[in-house]
């Protein structure tokens, strides 16, 4: 079953602008996670948030965390043709279970 | 540079055969996981591995094994591969503790003819 939901589903943008992906997800979770995919190939972890985190930055990458709402978003700040790939959220429900959506494909365009 | 390898890129099978997936990681990690990923479906937990020896099912275990016998090698058998078995596989390792990320492989994408 899958824990997160993104929104969009694809999301079509310029370079030099900014992309916002949304998570929500269904249960209690110990963190939540963002990742991408580039065509094909395996995920990279982005940025991981704890439960008991509202806000967190990594480079271009801003992060937030609504527990109460069970929603999370990812903000990639001028963004470039090379951060074109899918995204996933994914939230660590109990100790080992990393449960993910069905991701958003962006696609940035020079 | 730390990494999650998988033995096959691209993996053709026939209907009946027993399968073999391999992944060894270099970086000590306690936990490894076997996912598939299908398109509308995104990624779901075959089997997951917290210590050598030790495995637990995730949420689609049917038709498939695992074996960890060394703390970095991984293995996902599918004892009897089916059509619908055609998917791509991602094997990812992390470290003992609750709050790291997941290191991928590159996946196999395997089909079963």
């Known amino acids: 079953s899958q824990q997160g939901e993104e929104d969009p589903q694809a999301l079509s943008i310029q370079e030099g602008e900014n992309a916002t992906m949304n998570c929500s997800y269904k249960t209690s979770i110990n963190n939540l996670q963002w990742y991408r995919q580039n065509s094909g190939r395996g995920l990279v972890h982005l940025i991981l948030?704890?439960?008991?985190?509202r806000e967190k930055h990594s480079g271009r990458l801003r992060v937030t965390l609504d527990t109460s709402k069970k929603s999370s978003s990812l903000l990639i700040t001028a963004s470039r043709a090379a951060d074109t790939a899918s995204y996933f959220c994914?939230?660590?429900?109990?100790?080992?279970?990393?449960?993910f959506g069905a991701g958003t494909r962006l696609a940035v365009h020079p | 540079d730390v990494k999650v390898t998988q033995s096959s890129r691209y993996l053709v099978k026939r209907t009946g055969e027993k399968v073999f997936l391999e992944c060894v990681q270099d970086m000590d990690h306690e936990n490894m996981f076997w996912y598939r990923q299908d398109p509308g479906l995104g990624l779901r937990l075959i089997y997951f591995s917290y210590d050598v020896k030790m495995k637990e099912k995730g949420d689609i275990p049917e038709g498939y094994s695992v074996s960890r016998e060394k703390k970095e090698r991984f293995s996902l058998i599918l004892e009897s591969a089916s059509t619908n078995q055609t998917s791509m596989y991602l094997c990812a390792s992390r470290p003992r503790g609750l709050d790291y990320g997941y290191t991928f492989g590159s996946g196999t994408r395997l089909t079963v003819v």
């Open positions: 948030i704890r439960s008991n985190e």
């Open positions: 994914a939230a660590t429900q109990g100790y080992n279970k990393l449960i």
